[in-house]
């Protein structure tokens, strides 16, 4: 399902975690990318899945970042993205960040 590893991603989520809770240790949860989306697998436990994904949601913004496409000059077009009204990193991080807080309290 994934072409590309991101390993420092669940790295760290888990190391966040580990700080509050031993048991992030355990977890054996990947991320990755398939074409421009990011896949993260968070812990199905009830106890760390809000520690994974406040510690990720930070990270996210700026790896959705890179997975914006580049012109022809090579560079990017994360400077037009807002007027064309594409997928801002930025913004959709902020997005989840607040949806996540908001189904987990």
Not at 61 to 69: A, K
Not at 80 to 95: I, S, V, W
Request: charged letters at 30%; aromatic letters at 4%.
């Amino acid at each position: 399902m994934i072409e590309r590893l991101t390993p420092a991603l669940p790295e760290l989520m888990r190391r966040r975690a580990l700080a509050v809770n031993e048991d992030a240790v355990l977890d054996r949860g990947t991320a990755g990318i398939r074409g421009r989306t990011l896949v993260v697998n968070l812990p199905g436990d009830a106890a760390l899945m809000p520690l994974f994904f406040d510690a990720g949601i930070d990270a996210v913004g700026r790896i959705l970042l890179h997975l914006r496409p580049v012109s022809a000059d090579g560079l990017s077009t994360a400077a037009t993205a807002r007027n064309e009204h594409k997928l801002d990193g930025a913004e959709f991080a902020e997005f989840l960040r607040r949806r996540g807080k908001n189904r987990l309290s």
